[in-house]
């Protein structure tokens, strides 16, 4: 129960009313004195849109390319943990002669150059791990040596 501001009755619910100047609770008999002040309205909640709406983030399209670096790290640490044999050029030059093919023979067999091949030979030019291999394969020789 409350108690109207007009008439001082009491009365199950008030209503606020714009009398003269004066906003008042009154009972629904006073309310004809005035106005009913109108519930005020509640502000249409303002939707505030994200600057950013929230996306799923794409997802890495693009895989790594792993298996490329791999390799090569592995070629790397090969190239550290290996060397080839002393006098690996004297090898190579005795066993091709034993099997009885030219420098040229040879140098086409690796697809290496004739002076790479002869340079090889002669000690002056240390053959990369890939030609050494070749070379092993092709001579069936041994020129690298795994560090231990
Ligand atoms: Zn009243």
Redesign the pocket.
Known sequence: MAE??????N?PRLIKARIESAVMM??????KYGTPVEKKREAPKTVILPTQPARPRPQSVSKPAVSKTVSRRESDREMEDTFLIDGCGEAIKSARERIGWTQDDLAKKIMEKKNVLSSIERGALMPDLKTARKLEKTLGIKLIEKVQ
């Open positions: 109207c501001e007009m008439c001082g009755e009365v009154v009972c629904e008999k006073c309310l």
